[in-house]
């Protein structure tokens, strides 16, 4: 199951007492205040690790508490602070304040990490008290609470290349034939009801990571059908490949067809319709020898098409060649304007 979404409540570790004591030893008959500090308690902290691509274990669970710190002890020594909990969720994650509805941080790359709820202080023992005209203190101070929220936790999925375009374009097909992904296939509509993701090996040390996305309709970004849900993981990608049926479904030809996606993405965001696109045009073996579909397509909408074929393969080396130096681009173009990531607290 793919899980986007999880709500839970995050309360870090109270700090300990401070300890009142004395010194009870042979040889000092009168021994002065010895109580030590309570420990600080731990924190929370959310951690994107690589490889996890759902937010199903953390919805699994709702409240996440993280140890107290340790009263003080005699002899001056300090209780032992609660060690912080560390949550784990899939790169890509966003992190909300459901009292404020303010999105906290944004988990976009592995290993970004961040801290949501500080642990509590450890409050001073007696012997931190004691000065020259007060030699017998006999007050500590408490530990302090930790902090606690409810958060919103939103996935949007991380890939190098997104896969658009209507229902039964042969999106999971061609994920399917180009990686080791096997999403379900069928002949009607919705057959992907949660993103899939595949890994592409295009030789050595050349692979991407490729999305299948559910497939869009007309009215996506108002709620209608199941695009709604995942336009939002399209946001992630670096480059879009619009696949585009020979036939398309409910629309008179492949340029309505690639017009009303289009239309989608733009409707929803306008950084999501920017973004480097490449046009196939698939089900290339059912096409005349003399290309005259991919090639009227491409003049109706201004830009160059590939046509491929995920049954017979047809296409597909030049569409996979097409797609790295998309991604060289793109990747070239974050790296002169990425800012680095460092960790955070909240």
Not at 80 to 100: C, F, K, M, Q, R
Not at 167 to 181: Q, Y
Not at 296 to 320: E, H, M, N
Request: aromatic letters at 4%; proline letters at 6%.
């Amino acid at each position: 199951m793919f899980i986007d979404e999880a709500e839970i409540y995050v309360k870090a570790g109270d700090g300990g007492n401070g300890a009142v004591t004395f010194r009870r030893e042979a040889g000092v008959p009168r021994g002065g205040p010895s109580g030590g500090d309570g420990g600080d308690g731990g924190s929370i902290i959310l951690y994107a690790r690589a490889g996890l691509d759902t937010l199903l274990d953390v919805r699994g669970r709702h409240h996440w508490r993280a140890a107290s710190g340790q009263p003080g002890r005699t002899k001056d020594m300090a209780g032992a602070a609660g060690d912080d909990l560390v949550i784990e969720v899939p790169p890509g994650t966003l992190i909300y304040d459901t009292a404020t509805d303010l999105l906290l941080k944004d988990l976009d790359t592995p290993g970004a990490r961040v801290t949501v709820a500080r642990g509590g202080k450890g409050g001073r023992g007696n012997a931190r008290f004691a000065t020259a005209t007060h030699q017998t203190p006999r007050e500590a101070e408490p530990g302090t609470p930790g902090e606690e929220r409810t958060l919103r936790l939103e996935l949007k999925l991380i890939a190098d290349v997104g896969l658009v375009g209507l229902p039964n374009a042969g999106k999971s097909t061609l994920l399917s034939r180009l990686s080791a992904a096997r999403p379900k296939i069928a002949d009607y509509p919705f057959t992907t009801l949660e993103p899939q993701l595949g890994i592409v090996e295009a030789g050595p040390e050349r692979r991407f990571v490729m999305a299948d996305l559910p497939g869009l309709i007309d009215g996506a970004h108002k709620g209608v059908g199941l695009g709604d849900e995942f336009l939002r993981h399209i946001e992630r990608t670096r480059v879009l490949v619009h696949l585009v049926e020979l036939e398309p479904h409910a629309h008179t030809g492949p340029p309505d067809a690639y017009r009303a996606i289009r239309d989608e993405l733009a409707a929803y965001s306008t950084e999501l319709a920017a973004k480097p696109e490449l046009v196939a045009l698939t089900k290339a073996d059912l096409l005349p020898g003399d290309d005259a579909a991919r090639a009227d397509l491409a003049g109706a909408i201004g830009r160059p098409v590939f046509a491929i074929s995920s049954v017979s393969g047809a296409g597909l080396k030049r569409l996979v060649a097409a797609i790295l130096d998309l991604l060289a681009e793109a990747k070239s173009a974050e790296t002169q304007d990425a800012a680095p990531h460092a960790e955070g607290a909240l």
